[in-house]
């Protein structure tokens, strides 16, 4: 029940294009949906967050696609770049507390 | 800037040997926790404070105990460590359960 499935496990994007990344949850208590970046040998930092009250929630260049009917939650990279070659996770929170269930990962490198 | 500092970003210690790792935040959020992170995995949960208060996850070890003297600093204490215990060890702090946990850039384990 605290699962959350992400994947790919690893993504190559062109320069310019769209990075997707999709996660899926069980637990309907889950309330707090983060996605972070992390560069190698840095600790995760919060990208962008969205809340089960909205469908999607855009920050610049990045855009969370959440369905809730289908427990899903998505993240779009547009104009990807190479800087913003990292790993990805996605989390979710439940109601009762701030204990973070976190994705597997994804690995994104956009090629120049 | 306010943030959360992790010393020493590198450590090396031989099997069995004793190590403990600090975290300090300049933050003064009120939790703390301890993450283990192994290469191309999610960040896992060992345990966390609220305030004063210890609260260790069923799955970790009993080799791992943590300290918290007071708000600002935390200790993470490997009593024997093994070679498995290599890993990225990453502390976070959040205000109460409501808000974004902030990770510290992680200190790296070497296990000889």
């Known amino acids: 029940q605290q699962q959350v499935k992400q994947s790919p496990q690893s993504l190559i994007v062109q320069k310019g294009g769209i990075s997707i990344i999709n996660c899926a949850y069980e637990?309907?208590?889950?309330?707090?949906f983060p996605w972070y970046q992390q560069f190698p040998g840095k600790g995760p930092a919060l990208l962008i967050a969205i809340r089960p009250d909205v469908s999607e929630k855009k920050e610049g260049r990045f855009t969370i696609s959440f369905n809730k009917s289908a427990k899903q939650f998505s993240l779009h990279i547009m104009d990807s770049q190479p800087g913003d070659s990292a790993t990805y996770f996605c989390?979710?929170?439940?109601?009762?507390?701030?204990?973070?269930?976190f994705g597997g990962g994804t690995r994104l490198m956009v090629k120049p | 800037d306010a943030m959360v500092i992790q010393n020493p970003r590198y450590q090396v210690t031989q099997f069995g040997k004793p190590v403990t790792l600090s975290c300090s935040q300049t933050?003064?959020?009120?939790?703390m926790y301890w993450y283990q992170q192994k290469s191309s995995q999610a960040p896992k949960l060992l345990f966390h404070y609220y305030d004063k208060d210890f609260n260790n996850e069923a799955d970790t070890p009993d080799n791992f105990q943590s300290r918290r003297p007071n708000t600002s600093f935390c200790f993470l204490d490997i009593r024997s460590p093994g070679l498995g215990d290599a890993a990225m060890y990453l502390c976070?702090?959040?205000?109460?359960?409501?808000?974004?946990?902030?990770f510290g850039p992680g200190t790296r384990l070497t296990v000889l």
């Open positions: 933050l003064n959020h009120n939790v």
């Open positions: 976070a702090t959040s205000v109460g359960f409501t808000d974004t946990q902030y």
């Open positions: 989390a979710a929170r439940n109601n009762a507390g701030n204990m973070l269930t």
């Open positions: 637990n309907t208590a889950f309330d707090y």
